[in-house]
Structures are given as structure tokens and as C-alpha cells.
């Protein structure tokens, strides 16, 4: 079931985390930087029984992401789909 924000009477938290961009290369530090620690703090926020959605991944189409796609002669949804 998925959370919903806001509820009223309880605590809402929104939790987001950005991946690392396109044109870097990923490692273990990617991880724990962000996706890693945000992903602990909505499962600490749900087991304390506070609404959490967490959000990650959103942004496919920044600046970044298409200028590797140009650079890669593909689309921006080719390569984030890598």
C-alpha cells in the first residue's frame, strides 16, 4: 500500500534522495551518500508509525542527462534506463 501525503492527525514525512548524475562514474560512495541513508530514515520513519513516502529517481530529464545523451548520440530515457 502506498503512503499518502499529507494525513491528517499524524506525523507526514516527504523524504527525497537524488541520484548521481549520468556522466560520473557510479560507485559504492553513490550509495551510501544518499540513496542509502534516506532509504534507512522513511523505514526508521514507518516503524515509528509516522507517514513517510520516500521519492527517489525523479529527475531523468536535468541538464545533465541530456547532455550525456547528445554527447552518446541516444535519448535521455536510453540513457537512464542503462
Do not use: W
Amino acid at each position: 500500500m502506498a503512503a499518502k501525503v499529507p494525513i491528517k492527525g499524524k506525523r507526514n514525512i516527504l523524504i527525497t534522495s537524488a541520484l548521481p548524475y549520468v556522466n560520473n562514474v557510479p560507485h559504492l560512495g553513490n550509495i551510501i551518500g544518499c540513496v542509502l541513508s534516506a532509504d534507512v530514515f522513511a523505514r526508521y520513519c514507518r516503524l515509528r508509525g509516522y507517514n513517510a513516502l520516500y521519492i527517489c529517481g525523479t529527475d531523468e530529464y536535468g541538464t545533465a542527462t541530456e547532455t550525456k545523451a547528445l554527447e552518446e548520440n541516444s535519448t535521455p530515457k536510453q540513457i537512464c534506463d542503462k
